[in-house]
């Protein structure tokens, strides 16, 4: 599953804003011998109680209306009977949760298709049979629990993917369900991801990952164009977590296209104090600064960036783009070294080593690395700039 956080949408600009999204794919494995780490929020509750009662109670002390919030995972009475209807009793719960697995995907079940752009709940799950990774685990924890089975969610923060949407890098993490104790534990895995190793998975709460939903619907509203609504949904997220980086983010980039450029400020800001290495708030707010014309501010927060532990293309493109303006060649062509290395299946990694060659006078090597950027994708834009470039170098050079 590939969840924003699979469940988390962090916004960008290709002109410098970011947005984290997570999000699942398609193959469903058990994964057993996990140590998953003990966090706030405790075990769910069986189907004889409400499995929800505790994160009603957690959203009340946050000073929300539980009325107003919707718990993702909440099963609807239709849901609840079929669950019943498709998983026999089972002798163990490996082998119910291995039937409700079947049923999810089977052609005569749910059929369930995997959807990156859809960050759904349970009941919206159900009925448009359509679910990105957290949606998928909002879904298969409340049936589970239904089951009797004390599922949870877990997050990792190792397993990211970087992809530009319009005007939007997206940032991808990735979330499952777990169940089992910290030192025999199983866990989820909805979908191929590169570089997930089991064993990392951290386990969050329930409040966590329903602050993780509302982060991803803020940046489903952004990449429509629906400013003032992902406004509301991030604002929601970061009360529900005030803690959770990701929806800071997205908040700082809802603001900021809305106009707010001071309130975007601030909400970057908070997003660093949350975690202090979160690259997306650094790369926003050095966004930010270039717009109100603080370029020394904007290109030092970049430098901040070149870290090793730093794995998205765009951001050394960008880092790139600011060595080239400043004539620094060299610097700027490990910059893009690095982007292409992190970016193999990007257009715009090669486009932009293609417009550094031809900086420094290489026409054949750009033409190269121009046609290797056709291959990916003709249309992308920096790709098109390459062409028209080369494109004015031999009409001059006629």
Excluded at 91 to 103: I, K, T
Excluded at 173 to 188: C, F, K, M, P, R
Excluded at 231 to 246: K, N, S
Excluded at 257 to 267: C, I, N, P, Q, W
Aim: one cysteine or more.
């Amino acid at each position: 599953m590939r969840s924003a956080n699979l469940g988390l949408l962090q916004g960008v600009d290709s002109s410098g804003a970011s947005e984290v999204r997570q999000l699942s794919t398609t193959l469903l494995t058990l994964l057993a011998g996990v140590a998953i780490a003990a966090t706030a929020g405790g075990p769910a509750r069986s189907s004889e109680t409400d499995p929800w009662a505790d994160l009603e109670h957690e959203i009340l002390a946050r000073g929300l209306d539980p009325g107003l919030v919707v718990i993702p995972g909440r099963l609807t009475d239709e849901i609840r009977q079929w669950i019943h209807t498709v998983v026999s009793p089972a002798d163990s719960q490996d082998a119910a949760l291995r039937q409700l697995l079947a049923a999810l995907i089977d052609p005569k079940g749910l059929e369930l298709v995997y959807d990156p752009s859809f960050t759904g709940t349970a009941q919206e799950i159900w009925e448009s049979r359509r679910a990105n990774c957290l949606g998928f685990t909002h879904l298969f924890v409340g049936l589970s629990r239904e089951l009797g089975i004390s599922t949870y969610y877990v997050s990792w923060s190792t397993v990211e993917r970087f992809r530009r949407e319009g005007d939007l890098v997206l940032v991808s993490g990735h979330v499952s369900a777990g169940w089992g104790t910290a030192h025999d534990s199983q866990v989820l895995e909805f979908g191929a991801v590169d570089g997930f190793e089991a064993k990392a998975a951290r386990r969050i709460s329930d409040l966590n990952a329903t602050a993780r939903h509302y982060s991803n619907r803020s940046a489903e509203r952004l990449q429509a164009g629906e400013n003032h609504l992902a406004i509301a949904e991030a604002e929601l997220a970061t009360q529900l977590d005030p803690g959770l980086a990701d929806a800071w983010v997205n908040l700082g980039v809802s603001r900021r296209r809305s106009g707010d450029l001071e309130g975007a400020e601030r909400a970057y800001r908070r997003a660093t104090l949350a975690d202090p290495d979160h690259v997306p708030a650094y790369q926003n707010l050095s966004v930010l600064m270039q717009l109100q014309g603080a370029q020394s501010t904007a290109q030092e927060i970049m430098a901040l960036l070149d870290r090793r532990d730093n794995r998205n293309p765009f951001t050394y493109l960008s880092l790139g783009d600011h060595s080239l303006d400043a004539g620094r060649e060299v610097e700027a062509d490990r910059f893009y070294r690095r982007a292409s290395k992190l970016g193999p299946k990007l257009a715009e990694t090669r486009a932009a080593r293609g417009i550094w060659a031809l900086e420094i006078g290489d026409r054949e090597k750009a033409s190269k690395w121009l046609r290797r950027a056709q291959a990916i994708d003709p249309e992308e834009s920096r790709t098109r700039r390459l062409a028209q470039k080369l494109s004015r170098s031999d009409d001059s050079s006629e």
